[in-house]
């Protein structure tokens, strides 16, 4: 296993760190059969999600395809040697033009600014996923999901498990069940391998539940700790637990929580960016204990324990923060209770 290092100090290291490809997931890729086509591959996890699969392959020593499918450009991905397609999912007949590939990460979502855009909400949170699931029969496909398909629940409950049922609040989240349930239907009719990957938190050190925290700390505002608690999972394990996801990929379909095996107490977290930063800490509102809590024991079972500790990432986004480092300006708005985004 490769060292972490104790700071991270450009985008280059960081992208570097990002997209480290897992001894487990070369292993795996070395006998996985066919390209892999990551749908929704500009967004905040897409570009990492190729780089990984493009680095085991490598060091796998196979031939394959990282195909990255996305409405918006992808230059930064087709100059580092990934086949790039720009196709809109909402075109059905465009979608029906993309290479067959075996292996499908679906990561294709809209989450803010859907209240006031609700329909268009829906047509890309289930119709894209419609045509795809309608198109990809043959294919494995890891369909990232997310924790809001639960109930925001207390921590005492150690969160939502796999085997609970889903009862979504607010419509982009029942969106989102809408997304599993179109892979669920072509899972269940036509045989198609599908994994529901119920992601909570994917954190890196420009945007993530953390970095909310650590501006927060570094702008001497006070956090709010209404929602108390969070669990969060160092962006290279989302797409390492991803792609390895696909030999789990089943029909009918698999459900499966992704998120740290940690639960984050928020103030404690801000307090520890206040010692870092070396800023005082002020808080409003009170722990309700309640929030979008996932328990991931079953993927934690598989996969293992992630390759970067809470602890590593608070300091690395504390660095990250005192160098002026960029951040996407894009809050996960985590907080939420009531499911409008
Ligand atoms: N990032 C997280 O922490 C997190 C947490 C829970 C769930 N998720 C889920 O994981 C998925 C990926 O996360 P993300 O943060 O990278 O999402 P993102 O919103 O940053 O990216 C989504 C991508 O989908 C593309 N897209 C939208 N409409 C399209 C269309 N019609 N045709 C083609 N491409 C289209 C967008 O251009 C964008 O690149 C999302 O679907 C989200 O529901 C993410």
Known sequence: MQTLPETINTVAELEEVLSRPSERLVEFVKGLEGDIMVIGAGGKVGPTMCRTAKRAIGAAGVKKDVIAVDVAPLDALAKEGIKTVQC??????????LSKAANIVYMIGMKFGATGKEALTWAINVTAPYHVARSFTQSRIVA?????????VHVTTGGSVETDPAD???????????????????SQTAGERVLQFRLNYAVELRYGVLVDVAAQVAAGKPVDVTTGFANVLWQGDVCNQALLSLGQATAPATIL??????????????RQFGELLGKPVTFTGEENGRGYLSNATKANALFGNPTVPAGTLIRWIAHWMKIGGATSGKPTHFETQNGKY
């Open 88 to 97: 809109d999912l909402l075109d059905l007949d465009a979608v029906a033009k």
């Open 168 to 186: 979504p609040v607010g419509e982009y989240a029942q969106s989102c069940l809408g997304r599993e349930r179109m892979f669920d239907y072509f």
């Open 257 to 270: 929580n992704v998120t740290g095996p940690e639960t984050i107490s928020i103030r404690r977290a801000a």
């Open 144 to 152: 990232f999901s997310t924790g809001c398909v639960y109930p925001v």
